[in-house]
């Protein structure tokens, strides 16, 4: 099966070719420019017991377009919990108000490949960096810079989410491994240096399940969700479920994909045919 991507349809400027910047690899040794204060990179949430929980595609700042894809859904702050496949920031107008979800108690994203810029800030290769939508961190103070950095090295790599059908993992781009408890172990303390590295840099930027239609899963997990490679409508391989469909670039057509976790089992059934 060939999937529909955004690609053909959405402007150079707004989408790279979405694997790693040419002088960086999935093997490649960033430079000294992660966070070593050892924040914890899978967190977990048990069942939601008083109402719902979604996940939604990749933002790219567009929160205000987000709130109303919530409110069409009737989502309510009172009891709904909301996940985020990462990339909050970078292409669109409203990134500065990135800090205000994050204060948000039901909000829990991932850390997105864009979302990582932040974290290396300092460090990161930053004309790659400019040229996806970054211009808008180099207008903010010394200060302000820091501040962002440091919530932002506080995102996960992966997230678990307990339903009642079954556990649901989050990761931006896809999981390393073909099981799920491969990779927390290793998130988890299991593995350090360059390996952890790699490890990191594959969940958050890796498209090989998709452009090689692979639809083998991941054990573990009842369901896998990520964004990453924008689409014209979601996609199942497998158990992993692919959901950015470009809610960031409305004038491609995109739209956000914001998926009920306690209906997932029902969209892997019907969705891997």
Not at 68 to 79: K, V
Not at 160 to 178: I, R, Y
């Amino acid at each position: 099966m060939v999937y529909n991507l955004l690609a053909d349809r959405v402007a150079p400027e707004h989408l790279n070719s979405g694997r790693l910047p040419q002088h960086l690899s999935l093997r490649t040794n960033w430079g000294g420019g992660l966070d070593m204060s050892n924040p914890k990179l899978v967190k977990r949430f048990q069942v939601n017991e008083i109402g719902r929980d979604f996940a939604v595609g990749d933002i790219h700042g567009h929160f205000t377009a987000l709130q109303s894809a919530l409110d069409e859904i009737g989502f309510n702050p009172e009891c709904d919990r909301l996940f985020s496949v990462g990339d909050l920031i970078d292409r669109g107008p409203e990134c500065e108000m990135v800090l205000d979800w994050l204060d948000k108690s039901w909000f829990h994203p991932v850390r997105g490949n864009h979302d990582d810029y932040v974290c290396r800030y300092d460090t990161c290769e930053i004309g790659n960096w400019m040229q996806n939508g970054g211009a808008w961190f180099r207008s903010l103070t010394d200060f302000e810079q820091g501040e962002y950095a440091a919530q932002f090295r506080e995102l996960p790599i992966a997230i678990e989410v307990f339903t009642e059908s079954g556990l649901v993992g989050l990761a931006h781009a896809d999981c390393p491994f073909n099981s799920w408890g491969e990779l927390t172990n290793a998130l988890d303390g299991g593995c350090i240096g360059s390996d952890l590295r790699n490890i990191k840099n594959y969940c958050m930027w890796s498209r090989g399940r998709i452009e090689n239609d692979n639809h083998c899963g991941v054990n573990g997990v009842l369901a896998l969700v990520v964004g990453h490679t924008p689409l014209k409508a979601p996609a199942v391989l497998g158990n992993v479920v692919h959901i950015d469909t470009a809610g960031w670039h409305k004038a491609s057509g995109g739209y956000f994909t914001i998926i009920d976790l306690g209906c997932i089992g029902d969209m892997v059934d019907q969705g891997d045919q």
